[in-house]
């Protein structure tokens, strides 16, 4: 084992090294390339055996990542935002092909207006595809998760791809110290991929992803999927547990932080969730009974484990890095479906979303929205939604507006 | 083995390895090519699929192939392809699987993908020098549909999204010519009503590595609007008017593996077809004729020329 200093995307690349990926098809996008060039580059020098293809888009990467799971070898691939939606109609396919393999996504908000900086709408619109969904918060959770990613995808209870999620720039891009492990513990941890019968080989005729007719043979194979999905949370748990003993480090569906004892909990998921643990741990100081909960898995979606962590809170604050237009914050649909009629559910579940674009979530904001879920408890009132922006930021941008429309030439609106 | 294997129609398999019952229409000429062109190739194949009409070929649980197949999407079919072909490599370079367990991979694909939806995934495949056969039934429309205008429909064509039922007045692609200008290892158009000089190409490209493409001009009843016993007459038509050349390319330089002498009037081929009846009835469109036989003619003119100088 070796502990270095090095980005969320490195720890990707890392993931995929030590997985022995046997296959990279790829495509570049920012934030991304930094993980496809850097297995390009451990390929060329000899310390990766992993054949790496350039595909000319996302859509064609999935196909060939799928395709190549199908038949048998280990793949790795990534993407981000745009690319993500440009593959959008290959994500259903391949997981309809139950074909298992790990795919980076490096968070990014997604055009109109186009940006590079992260949110988790790319992400979110992959929610039904049938790949698994993990969620990163650190860099060293980025390398673990990978490495428990293919485990996961590659259980015969499961087979089903998984995407391994980190924020773009916020985790991509920032070096914190890992503990990349040896080899020798990580072949142990996930032995050689083993694909089964159904791979294409002369004198072994498959035939995959075959039309169906009617309603019935099509609900048939779609709902033994979702039970593959479901199936993936026990499971996960029980790679977590061989996870913790060899490696020492924990990685489950839910994180829980200062939870036990706290009345109020913020809901989140991703990177902004350490900014809110700092934010947990000042107002512990004051002694503010708060706490977290981070969401690492959204599918499957760990609906008991997330009741039963949330039994007897007063208030749950749901922080959504992203929104659906015209309903709201996406993680607060989610978390008030599995709550609703649960008898020991908080009575209180409010809804935040902030940090779209790349946008930061200030510690004072998760000061406030403690405050109001306080407020909120004593009243019995759930608030409104609330986007997360402040005057100052508005006023920038009137100033940017002010801006374009004198380069317009147009009068200035007072 | 070589092309040799194929010198007269007594040499084109008696029994086809292609099972029978599938759902495509009766007198489907891409079914007919599909069939010559998998008793060439043999089982040790696994075809790759875009959508389209030859999706409905397996449908679970049943496959006419006594190979493999992978259905994909109408975008990526040669995708798919590049991940069966890289992952076979891989496995036979890290020992996985023996010499003998290697397939051929082929893709599938109607007009409607090869040259619109999936054009660049195929462009990309062929600029990877991937090893692959690239297989397409060329039925001019979106034949799965219905017939609608695809960039293979031929000028003049009715199809079933022409409002004013006046013929499209585009022209069809050359598709030939753009994996040609991309120098593929192999390139050849054919057609099912003329199963030995198939037989003799597909044999060809069997034994060639790297990109190549079998391009079969596919008469299809349904969508082309003629009864499905005239479907061999109308494919030999099409090579006896010259409207479908049939040719290769190899070694940077095209062939013509027929020339039609006497090349037949293109309206002997026109006028059997339900989508060109307009030309014909209430009146004939004398100046259409004459744009499609002009086009015609300038195509074969120089080789002619050459033909008769030499």
């Known amino acids: 084992m070796t502990r270095e200093l090095i980005t969320g995307n490195a720890a990707a690349a890392w993931g995929a090294r030590l997985a022995r990926a046997d296959y990279l098809p790829a495509f570049p996008i920012t934030p991304q390339t930094e993980i496809i060039e850097t297995i390009a580059r451990w390929s060329g020098e000899g310390v990766m055996d992993c054949r790496m293809v350039m595909m000319e888009s996302e859509h064609s990467m999935i196909t060939a990542a799928g395709a190549a799971a199908a038949t048998g070898v280990r793949v790795y691939t990534a993407t981000s935002s745009q690319g993500l939606l440009y593959g959008m109609e290959m994500l259903y396919t391949v997981a309809g092909w139950r074909a298992p393999f790990v795919m980076a996504n490096v968070s990014r908000g997604l055009a109109a207006p186009i940006t590079l900086e992260s949110d988790h709408n790319d992400i979110l619109a992959a929610r039904d595809s049938g790949f698994l969904q993990i969620h990163c918060a650190t860099c060293q959770e980025v390398l673990d998760v990978t490495l428990m990613a293919y485990r996961l995808a590659e259980d015969r209870r499961v087979r089903l791809p998984v995407i391994v999620n980190l924020d773009g720039f916020y985790l991509s891009f920032t070096r914190e110290p890992v503990n ?12 050689a991929f083993d694909p089964g019968p159904a791979t294409f080989r002369a004198g072994h005729p498959v035939s995959q992803a075959v039309a169906v007719l009617g309603g019935a043979p099509y609900s048939y194979f779609r709902y033994e999927t979702a039970l593959a999905a479901q199936a993936a949370l026990d499971v996960y748990a029980a790679i977590g547990a061989d996870f913790f003993a060899r490696f020492g480090r924990r990685h489950g569906a839910l994180e829980r932080y200062r939870c036990e004892d706290a009345e109020i909990v913020f809901f989140m998921m991703g990177s902004f969730s350490t900014k809110a643990k700092e934010a947990v741990d000042r107002m512990r100081e004051d002694g503010v009974p708060v706490g977290l909960l981070r969401l690492c898995m959204l599918r499957p979606f760990p609906t008991e484990l997330l009741r039963s962590a949330l039994t007897g809170k007063r208030a749950v604050a749901v922080i959504d890095q992203n929104l659906s237009m015209g309903k709201g914050g996406i993680l607060h649909t989610e978390i008030t479906s599995a709550l609703y009629g649960y008898r020991n559910a908080p009575p209180i579940v409010t809804s935040f979303v902030g940090g779209l674009g790349g946008r930061d979530i200030s510690i004072e ?22 986007l997360l922006y402040t005057d100052t930021e508005l006023r920038e941008i009137r100033k940017l507006q002010a801006i374009a429309h004198v380069e317009r030439q147009e009068e200035i609106v007072p | 083995m070589t092309e040799a294997r194929f010198q007269r129609m007594k040499d084109l398999p008696s029994t086809h390895l292609l099972g029978a019952g599938t759902a495509m229409c ?32 397996s449908v679970y649980p049943f496959t006419p ?40 991979v082929v893709v599938l694909s109607g007009d409607g993908a090869a040259g619109g939806i999936g054009l660049s995934a195929t462009s990309a495949a062929i600029d990877r020098g991937l090893d692959f056969i690239y297989l397409c039934y060329d039925n001019e429309g979106y034949g799965n549909t219905g017939q609608q205008t695809s960039s293979a429909t031929p000028h003049g064509a009715l199809t079933a999204t022409d409002a004013l039922r006046s013929g499209f007045a585009g022209w069809k692609k050359d598709l030939f010519a753009i994996w040609v200008a991309n120098k593929p290892a192999y390139a050849a158009t054919v057609i099912g009503g003329e199963p030995l000089d198939l037989a003799r190409k597909l044999e060809k490209a069997r034994s060639m590595d790297g990109p190549r493409m079998i391009l079969a001009l596919a008469p299809c009843p349904a969508g082309w609007g003629y009864d499905p016993e005239h479907s061999v007459e109308i494919a030999r038509l099409a090579v006896k008017t010259g409207i479908w050349p049939l040719k290769e390319y190899a070694d940077g ?24 009846a307009h030309l014909f009835e209430p009146a004939r469109d004398e100046p259409r004729l004459k744009e499609i036989q002009d086009a015609v003619d300038a195509y074969w003119a120089p080789l002619e020329a050459e033909h008769a100088g030499g």
């Open chain 2, 65 to 104: 192939f006594r190979g493999s197949w992978l259905y994909t999407a109408m975008a990526s079919a040669p995708a798919g392809a590049q991940g069966v072909r890289d992952a076979l490599d891989i496995l036979r370079a890290k020992g996985r699987i023996t010499p003998e367990e290697d397939l051929q």
């Open chain 1, 180 to 191: 990349i492990p040896g080899q020798d513990a990580v072949d142990a941890f996930l032995p």
């Open chain 2, 253 to 276: 330089e095209t062939v013509h593996t027929r020339l039609p002498h006497p090349r037949q009037p293109v309206e002997n081929y026109l006028k059997l077809q339900g989508r060109f």
């Open chain 2, 26 to 57: 009766a007198g489907c000429g891409g079914l007919a090519a599909v069939t010559e062109v998998y008793d060439v190739l043999g089982e040790n194949t696994v075809f790759v699929n875009a959508a389209g009409c030859m999706t409905l070929l």
């Open chain 1, 365 to 386: 904001e998760f000061f406030e929205i403690a405050a109001i879920n306080r407020r909120a408890s004593e009243t019995g009132e759930i608030p409104p939604p609330r």
